[in-house]
């Protein structure tokens, strides 16, 4: 599939959400996927970028991201009825090997994605293999999410939350999700 860049990657103006502060790490990412269609929000004057973001959540992000194209046949997760806001983001998601789902028939879309999810996600979505590795002492060199977690770094997506460790099975905040695409552009 074709990933879209969605507009430029400086949006044109911060958000008014009275929880994003202008100079917050996150600021510019969340006003560049307000501006892109790519979330609107909890409502019109919260983002809620601490709360955890949900699998349901990020592939929706990502769908959006692409411009939101039409799968060709909807997914058969038992978890996700065809009428939920995100049942064609799965679909697309399934479609582009994004992911398989949780096992067992299900996609989880209520389960908060960690981070590692998070890059995995991103990275087949959008990301090229790379000869680095990772260097965090929380990430297996095996590691499902090795390579993601790689590409990640290099190409400037995340760095870690520190002191050498990726956090993989950390949550995904939507403020570090949106971030996350933010880079990638």
Same mark, same amino acid.
Not at 27 to 43: D, P, R, Y
Not at 139 to 154: K, Q
């Given at each position: 599939?074709?990933?879209?860049?969605?507009?430029?990657?400086?949006?044109?103006?911060?958000?008014?959400?009275?929880?994003?502060?202008?100079?917050?790490?996150?600021?510019?990412?969340?006003?560049? #996927?307000?501006?892109?269609?790519?979330?609107?929000?909890?409502?019109?004057?919260?983002?809620?970028?601490?709360?955890?973001?949900?699998?349901?959540?990020?592939?929706?992000?990502?769908?959006?991201?692409?411009?939101?194209?039409?799968?060709?046949?909807?997914?058969?997760?038992?978890?996700?009825?065809?009428?939920?806001?995100?049942?064609?983001?799965?679909?697309? #998601?399934?479609?582009?090997?994004?992911?398989?789902?949780?096992?067992?028939?299900?996609?989880?879309?209520?389960?908060?994605?960690?981070?590692?999810?998070?890059?995995?996600?991103?990275?087949?979505?959008?990301?090229?293999?790379?000869?680095?590795?990772?260097?965090?002492?929380?990430?297996?060199?095996?590691?499902?999410?090795?390579?993601?977690?790689?590409?990640?770094?290099?190409?400037?997506?995340?760095?870690?939350?520190?002191?050498?460790?990726?956090?993989?099975?950390?949550?995904?905040?939507?403020?570090?999700?949106?971030?996350?695409?933010?880079?990638?552009?």
């Amino acid at each position: 599939f074709l990933w879209r860049a969605a507009g430029s990657p400086e949006p044109k103006t911060l958000s008014s959400f009275a929880d994003v502060p202008a100079d917050a790490y996150y600021a510019k990412a969340v006003a560049w #996927a307000v501006e892109n269609g790519i979330t609107k929000g909890v409502s019109g004057t919260l983002f809620a970028p601490d709360a955890t973001c949900t699998r349901a959540q990020i592939v929706t992000f990502l769908w959006r991201a692409a411009g939101s194209p039409e799968p060709k046949a909807m997914s058969s997760f038992a978890d996700v009825s065809t009428d939920a806001y995100y049942a064609k983001a799965v679909a697309w #998601a399934v479609e582009n090997g994004i992911t398989t789902g949780t096992g067992d028939g299900k996609f989880s879309p209520d389960a908060t994605c960690t981070r590692a999810q998070s890059v995995t996600f991103l990275f087949r979505a959008i990301g090229k293999l790379v000869d680095s590795k990772a260097e965090f002492s929380d990430v297996l060199t095996d590691s499902y999410y090795a390579n993601a977690v790689a590409w990640a770094v290099e190409n400037g997506v995340t760095n870690g939350i520190g002191d050498g460790l990726f956090g993989p099975d950390n949550s995904c905040t939507r403020a570090q999700i949106v971030t996350f695409l933010f880079r990638a552009y």
